[in-house]
């Protein structure tokens, strides 16, 4: 039997956006690795329209939860982007 690694997943509560079609603040968004724009102070986030895009660190508090909430987050996270994408589909 393999022994599975548990993947730790990162995310962010939005602290300030400039855009709040895109960014909510006080919500929590998933934070996808991206080194380059580490470097610039950017991170990489799954946005309100389910696409991953730049944002300013600045505008987020990095969090991290109990393996159970980081599933729970994904699991709707999941459902969420699918359902923009039958919406936008649609249109």
Known sequence: MKNRKHIKYRF???IETDDPDLLTPHKIY???PDEDAKKLNYVRIIDNEGEDYLYPADYFVFVEFPPEVEQALLCVSKEKQEKVKRVLKDE
């Open 30 to 32: 998933r934070v996808l």
């Open 12 to 14: 962010a509560v939005c």
